[in-house]
């Protein structure tokens, strides 16, 4: 079963506007959540990540929200860029066993 | 540094063939190494990972298997492709020490099964 549930399947953004995708997880056990962005052809690349005893990171333009109560976080990409266009996949992590979520596909457009 | 690397990157087989993916990894010693599958528009699926030479889980049942003949080598294998066989095949690896690291991806073969 899916044990990180994704949002948007996909998503259209203006160039300069916010990129927000949302990801639900279940398993408590999960300690490390990770953000990857894949570009046709290629393979998945990291992109940022966060562990549960911190609410928010920020690298850049790129920005993972955390909600431990909730269970659930999230990717801001601020001043959204053609150059961001791709599929980006959320994941959960457990002792090395890595869950994925179905991949966001983002489109923006200039 | 360490990279990873994969081949083919493309591969057409009809079915009922035999397959055979390899991956190697290099710059570092005794990896976790993972074969993810990627259907179209659909998530990454955990396929078999590896904590060591000669030890491999398998995260589904299937027609297909992997083994490691050496610390930084992983090849993915068939017997007899089937249709469903077709897809996005990755291989990653993670480091061995310490809990949680990230996954670090090879860039696929994308596999045809006619």
């Known amino acids: 079963q899916q044990q990180v549930k994704q949002s948007p399947q996909s998503l259209i953004v203006q160039k300069g506007g916010i990129s927000i995708i949302n990801c639900a997880y279940e398993n408590t056990a999960f300690d490390y959540f990770p953000w990857y962005q894949q570009f046709p052809g290629k393979g998945p690349a990291l992109l940022i990540a966060i562990r549960p005893d911190v609410s928010e990171k920020k690298e850049g333009r790129f920005t993972i929200s955390f909600n431990k109560s909730a269970k659930q976080f999230s990717l801001h990409i601020m001043d959204s860029q053609p150059g961001d266009s791709a599929t980006y996949f959320c994941?959960?992590?457990?002792?090395?066993?890595?869950?994925f979520g179905a991949g966001t596909r983002l489109t923006v457009k200039p | 540094s360490q990279t990873i690397h994969q081949w083919p990157a493309t591969l057409v087989q009809p079915v009922g063939s035999p397959l055979s993916l390899e991956c190697t990894v290099e710059g570092t010693s005794n990896p976790n190494l993972y074969w993810y599958r990627q259907a179209a528009g659909r998530g990454l699926q955990l396929l078999f990972y590896s904590v060591g030479i000669g030890q491999i889980s398998s995260e589904v049942p299937q027609n297909l298997s992997a083994s490691r003949p050496q610390d930084r080598q992983f090849i993915l294998s068939s017997k007899k492709l089937l249709l469903s066989d077709s897809g996005f095949y990755l291989c990653?690896?993670?480091?061995?020490?310490?809990?949680?690291?990230?996954?670090?991806f090879g860039n696929g073969t994308r596999l045809t099964v006619t």
């Open positions: 990653a690896w993670s480091s061995f020490s310490g809990n949680n690291s990230p996954l670090h």
């Open positions: 994941a959960a992590n457990n002792n090395n066993d890595m869950r």
